[in-house]
């Protein structure tokens, strides 16, 4: 009872504390969300003198019947599976790499978190300059080696930008994800493996039945941040092609900034982020289960 | 103790909205009491205009003891930026910077500059004869814009590699451009691939970058792009000729790098000043960044060349200022902007070799003022003149959106997803939709 009391005189310490954060949290995410959502519903031109109308979900209805939306929200599924697939496959295998004992490993740790640590803005500009068709240096390289006879165009494929796109995508965020299922590495007892080693179990046995279960939890995590942070990736499309060529590499983030900020047209704009915002919340959902429950 | 909690939400909303309240009533209380002379302006700052134009302010504000302060925007999002200041009130502007190209959607916040409003705001009144009409032309009845620095299309060339081409003449028709680029693409190291092209131009989709090109291709052809209310002419049997003859300089003729349809102004200019492409088609500034590279001395410029039926035509767009009609302080953001369209402002924006103002007593002065090299003065005249002569000024009803459409059914075709005429017809039938929407 005692225990009981001193909880209830102390919660309203532990809600003035919590409240700032809340607040804040409360004003610049809750409300712009909910602010977005109300937007979506209306047809809202800031540039036009016309006032704001209610016209309910007939912004989503423009979105799903709009050919260029639908290939663009084709276009950022397979861009997020697939950089999240290559992302967690090469942040496994490196962090397993950094688990092992070898001379300049922490070198390589080091150089490794770069490509994160650079700003998406300076990628981007940089891989453009690199994938130049005419004059980047991959294509030099490649032509030199052999590998290639004629300049391959990586920018204005269509098909092949995307890839590009998803391929340097991979390459600034495997490293947040190495460094996500290293610490989960890290936290795995080595008796467990001792004790498989005793029992026969080869190594991939060990990955597989107490490597890849333990890092469930620090999978999860990885997963819900970048699985979110790629279904709204707009840096590097907008810098290297605009979602050229053709419409190729238009994604939803581009698309929305397109409409919303360009554009003006806010309803339509809100409409493409509202549904961003739900396919992450669906997205994330199973895993903030994974990651919240309690043991 | 939930209730305690969401009491304590509510309170420290409540402590927000008062101080909000109090700061704003603050702000009223300080305005009505007379206070130092201040200006709020918008610069645009990733443009070559707002050095000088910062430069310029900043002496008139000196001399007149007015501050100023700058509110930087840059050029994809100063648009949204002023629509949004025009709704909230916040920041409260006295002078934006735009490029003209968007005045259909920033006019209706924006002091008309004929006098109705206010007869000392009066364009006409400062222009002195000497002013580029065409700068700051009427829209919707109005003009809403102080021209400050003057774009329009140059078509540039390397004289060195026509010389050792042996093209004598330079290109003044479509044709000519066509042989001429022909000649000019070639492998120069005997790898088997191309890496000097005969033609490149802004070709990313985007507002100012693919439709531009295609703009100056329409007008060189003697078609339209818009009528006097920004709506869409472009797919006329000129619009679609242009589109085509741009398509297959890339795809059929193979003049243009096929990753032109990414380049934008930065890869166009890092292309032409490392030797890729032996002719241009480009904003004026160009020229200017010749000085001090390898290609100094050997770039040629003239107008942009024209179809057989077509003529010599350029498109005009100028970085202007404008009032805003929130703007507390008119006549004094009128002095300001009075001043940056002034003889002695644009002469020493023309002495930055990177601008050109709208005056042309500004030039002359110039010339008298700052050592200007003599080959640089010839290149404005030509400018100044091309402007003058041939150039049409292009707004598009809602432009942020419509261009955006339009590039991307330019893209399309570059791309050889759709005929040139089915993309223009798509691209007019979508805006149009947009329009009446």
């Given at each position: ?6 909880a ?9 504390y919590?409240a ?5 949290i ?38 799903v019947?709009?050919s ?5 929200f ?25 688990k ?29 300059w ?9 294509n030099?390289i490649l ?18 930008a995307l ?19 290293y ?34 939890s ?23 092609t ?26 339509i704009?809100?409409?493409a ?12 959902l199973?895993?903030i ?7 | ?5 969401f009491l304590?939400?509510i ?6 909205g ?37 430069k310029?302010m900043?002496v ?5 003891g007015?501050?100023?302060n700058?509110?930087?925007e840059?050029?994809s ?5 002023y ?16 490029w ?10 924006l002091?008309?500059l ?9 364009i ?33 060339y390397?004289?060195d590699?026509?010389?050792?081409a042996?093209?004598?003449k ?10 001429a ?6 492998d120069?190291n ?9 033609l490149?131009?802004?070709g ?11 703009f100056?291709?329409v007008?060189?052809?003697g ?12 797919n006329?049997?000129?619009g679609?000729?242009?589109l ?19 380049y ?9 000043l490392s ?25 040629g ?10 003529q ?15 703007s ?43 050592q ?5 003065q010839?290149?404005?005249k030509m400018v100044?003149?091309?402007a003058d ?19 991307d059914y ?7 997803k ?6 223009l ?13």
């Open positions: 009872m005692d225990m009981k009391e001193t209830r005189k102390t919660q309203p310490i532990v809600y003035a919590l700032p954060g809340i607040l804040l409360v004003c610049f995410l809750v409300v712009p969300i909910i602010q977005g959502f109300i937007y979506s519903l209306y047809n809202y031109n800031l540039a036009s003198t016309a006032p704001k109308k209610f016209i309910g979900f007939k912004n989503f209805l423009n979105l019947n709009d260029k939306y639908i290939q663009t084709g276009q950022t599924v397979f861009f997020v599976a697939f950089a999240l697939f290559f992302e967690f496959l090469l942040g496994f295998l490196f962090a397993l790499l950094l092992q004992d070898f001379v300049g490993k922490q070198f390589l740790r080091g150089i490794m978190l770069l490509p994160w640590m650079m700003p998406q803005v300076v990628t981007a500009f940089t891989w453009s690199i994938l130049n068709g005419t004059s980047g240096v991959l030099q032509l030199k080696m052999g590998i290639i006879t004629k300049n391959i165009e990586w920018l204005s494929t269509p098909g092949l890839c590009v796109i998803t391929f340097i995508d991979v390459w600034t965020f495997t490293p947040f994800v190495t460094l996500v299922l610490a989960g590495l890290q936290g795995i007892s080595q008796q467990l493996y001792e004790a498989a080693t005793i029992d026969g179990a080869g190594v991939f046995q060990q990955i597989f039945h107490i490597t890849m279960p333990m890092l469930k620090s999978a999860s995590v990885a997963f819900l941040m970048r699985s979110m942070m790629a279904i709204r990736t707009f840096d590097s499309v907008w810098i290297i605009r979602g050229g060529p053709a419409g190729t590499t238009e994604l939803l983030g581009t698309y929305a900034y397109k409409k919303g900020l360009i554009g003006f047209n806010i309803g704009g809100s409409a982020t509202t549904i961003i915002f739900f396919l992450s919340l669906l997205m994330s199973r895993f289960g994974v990651v919240l429950k309690k043991k | 103790m939930k209730k305690g909690f304590i939400v309170m420290s909303l409540y402590i927000c008062l101080f909000a309240q109090g700061n704003q009533e603050a702000t009223q209380v300080a305005t009505s009491v007379e206070k130092p002379k201040e200006l709020t302006v918008a610069v645009v700052v990733n443009t070559s205009d707002v050095g000088t134009a910062r310029s900043d008139w504000a000196t001399k007149n007015v501050k100023i700058y509110i930087e840059n050029t999002t100063y648009a949204s930026s629509v949004l200041a025009s709704k909230t009130q916040n920041p409260r502007f006295d002078l934006i910077m735009f003209d190209f968007y005045l259909d959607q920033l006019y209706s916040m002091t008309p004929d006098g109705s409003v206010n007869p000392k705001l009066d006409s009144k400062i222009d002195n004869g000497d002013l580029l009409r065409s700068g700051y032309s009427n829209y919707k009845g109005h003009p809403y814009n102080v021209p400050y620095g003057l774009d329009a299309y140059v078509f540039y390397r004289k590699l026509l010389d050792a042996g093209i004598k330079v290109p003044e028709t479509w044709d000519e451009l066509l042989a680029a022909q000649k000019l693409t070639k120069t005997g790898d088997g691939n191309i890496d000097q092209w005969g490149a131009t802004n990313i989709p985007g507002q100012v970058f693919n439709t531009y090109s295609f100056n291709l007008l060189t052809n078609g339209s792009v818009v009528d006097a209310n920004g709506k869409p002419l472009f006329s049997p000129a679609v000729e242009a085509q003859f741009m398509v297959d300089l890339r795809n059929k003729y193979k003049v243009m790098p096929p990753d032109v349809i990414t934008d102004n930065n890869k166009i200019n890092e292309g032409f030797g890729k492409f032996a002719m241009l088609l480009h904003w004026p500034y160009m020229y200017g960044m010749t000085y001090g590279t390898p290609l100094e001395g050997k770039v410029a003239s107008a942009v060349p024209h179809s057989a039926k077509g010599g035509a350029t498109v005009l767009n100028a970085w202007s200022f404008g009032i805003p009609m929130m507390q302080n008119k006549e004094l953001a009128w002095d300001l902007a009075s001043y940056l369209i002034s003889t002695e402002a644009g002469a020493f924006e023309f002495s930055q070799r990177k601008d050109w103002p709208f005056r042309a007593s500004a030039y002359v002065e110039a010339g008298k003022q700052y200007i090299p003599a080959d640089f010839e290149f404005s100044f003149k091309i002569d041939h150039s049409q000024k292009i707004i598009m009803a809602r432009g942020g959106e419509t261009s955006i459409i339009l590039g330019i893209d399309l075709a570059m791309n050889g759709m005929g040139a005429k089915e993309a017809d798509a691209a007019v039938k979508d805006i149009n939709a947009l329009l009446n929407n």
